[in-house]
C-alpha cells in the first residue's frame, strides 16, 4: 500500500497570504496525484488532478506540482471560502490511499 | 445538476449488516465507474470500495475485503454498499463519489454525495 504523508498538520494564514501545503508518496506515482478540500460539515470537492490539473470551476489561485514522490498545492492569496482541510490521494495503485489532511485556517 | 444521495445508515450493533444505497441523477450513471469512502468522526478519508462502470471489476480496503460488498444497479441508477459482521471501527460517515473518467475509470472523484452516517455500537 503507498502511504500518503501531508505536511503540516494545521497551517495558520491571514486572508491575503499565500499557502503551501505538501503531500509526500512512500514510493513513486508519477503524476497520479489529485487534490481535495473539505469544509465543515460539506463533502469533499475535486481541485486538482494529475498533480496540476485544477478541476472545472476551480479558480486560479489554486496551482498543484510535483511528480514522483513530492507534491505541493499552493494557493496564492487565501479567500475566507478556502480555509478548510485539503486531502491528497494518489491514483496510481490499488488500494486508492489518502492523505490525513492539513487543515488550513485563519490566523 | 449531477445529483448523488446516500441512503441507509443508522445505528447498528456490532456483528450485525446494513446496506446503503446511493441514487445517481443528472448524469449517465451506466458510463461511469464509482466508489464508496469513508470518514470517521473528526478523522481523514478513508477509500472504502470501488467498481466499474458496468459491475465487472470491484477493489476492496483491506479493512473490508470479506465483510462489504459494492454493487450497482444501472437500471436503477444506484449504487449499493452491503455491510457485514459491522465492527465499532467502521462507525463513519460513507460517502458515494463517481470517477471521472468515462468508461475507463482514472481513480479520482467528482462529484460526491452528501453522505450517510454509520454508528456502530450496542
Known amino acids: 500500500e503507498i502511504v500518503m504523508t501531508q505536511s503540516p498538520a494545521t497551517l495558520s494564514v491571514s486572508p491575503g497570504e499565500r499557502a503551501t501545503l505538501s503531500c509526500r508518496a512512500s514510493?513513486?506515482?508519477?503524476?497520479?496525484l489529485v487534490w481535495y478540500h473539505q469544509k465543515p460539515g460539506q463533502a469533499p470537492r475535486l481541485l486538482i488532478y494529475?498533480?496540476?490539473t485544477r478541476a472545472t470551476g476551480v479558480p486560479a489561485r489554486f496551482s498543484g506540482s510535483g511528480s514522483g514522490t513530492e507534491f505541493t498545492l499552493t494557493i496564492s492569496s487565501l479567500q475566507s471560502e478556502d480555509f478548510a482541510v485539503y486531502y491528497c490521494?494518489?491514483?496510481?495503485?490499488?488500494?486508492?490511499?489518502f492523505g490525513g489532511g492539513t487543515k488550513v485556517e485563519i490566523k | 445538476q449531477m445529483q448523488l444521495v446516500e441512503s441507509g445508515g443508522g445505528v447498528v450493533q456490532p456483528g450485525r449488516s446494513l446496506r446503503l444505497s446511493c441514487a445517481a441523477s443528472?448524469?449517465?450513471?451506466?458510463?461511469?465507474?464509482m466508489c464508496w469512502v469513508r470518514q470517521a468522526p473528526g478523522k481523514g478519508l478513508e477509500w472504502v470500495a470501488f467498481?466499474?462502470?458496468?459491475?465487472?471489476?470491484?477493489y476492496y480496503a483491506d479493512s473490508v475485503k470479506g465483510r462489504f460488498t459494492i454493487s450497482r444497479d444501472n437500471s436503477k441508477n444506484t449504487l449499493y454498499l452491503d455491510m457485514n459482521s459491522l465492527r465499532a471501527e467502521d462507525t463513519a460517515v460513507y460517502y458515494c463519489?463517481?470517477?471521472?473518467?468515462?468508461?475507463?475509470?482514472?481513480?479520482?472523484?467528482?462529484?460526491w454525495g452528501q453522505g450517510t452516517l454509520v454508528t456502530v455500537s450496542s
Open positions: 490521494q494518489q491514483c496510481k495503485t490499488w488500494p486508492l490511499t
Open positions: 467498481i466499474s462502470y458496468d459491475g465487472t471489476n470491484e
Open positions: 514510493q513513486s506515482v508519477s503524476s497520479n
Open positions: 443528472g448524469f449517465t450513471f451506466s458510463t461511469y465507474a
Open positions: 494529475g498533480a496540476s
Open positions: 463519489a463517481r470517477d471521472t473518467g468515462v468508461g475507463a475509470a482514472v481513480g479520482w472523484f467528482d462529484p
